[in-house]
């Protein structure tokens, strides 16, 4: 699990990946992985990455800095739906993402 450390570029781990055909690691996916990052640091929260090689897949997290056992919410990262919305949040510059990652964070 990784924590805090933006940790962009990363070097591909070995997990295995959850989609075909695979895209972890791959720019775009890094560049978008990096882009949610920074919004959720914007938001004033902690980003994290877990569950690689995992059946669902790669995930950021969210949680509060006050309670760090606590994640807010769970991001699917490695799912093609997800990636979609976030590149289409991403359209609207970093306000538009600022704006996906506050809904999610809403949601739960």
């Known amino acids: 699990m990784t924590v805090l450390t933006r940790p962009f570029p990363r070097t591909p781990d070995g997990a295995p990946d959850a989609w075909w055909p695979a895209v972890r690691f791959s720019a775009a996916y890094e560049e978008r992985l990096a882009a949610l990052w920074d919004a959720v640091v914007a938001?004033?929260?902690?980003?994290?990455?877990?569950?690689?090689?995992?059946?669902?897949?790669?995930?950021?997290?969210?949680?509060?800095?006050?309670?760090?056992?606590?994640?807010?919410?769970?991001?699917?990262?490695?799912?093609?739906?997800?990636?979609?919305?976030?590149?289409?949040?991403?359209?609207?510059?970093?306000?538009?993402?600022l704006s996906w990652v506050r809904a999610r964070l809403a949601d739960g």
Do not use: H
């Not at 929260?45 to 997290?61: I, Q």
């Open 43 to 97: 938001t004033g929260f902690e980003p994290g990455l877990a569950l690689a090689g995992s059946e669902g897949g790669e995930v950021l997290f969210v949680r509060d800095p006050a309670d760090a056992e606590a994640w807010l919410c769970l991001i699917a990262v490695e799912d093609p739906t997800v990636q979609d919305e976030i590149d289409a949040a991403r359209c609207g510059g970093a306000e538009g993402l």
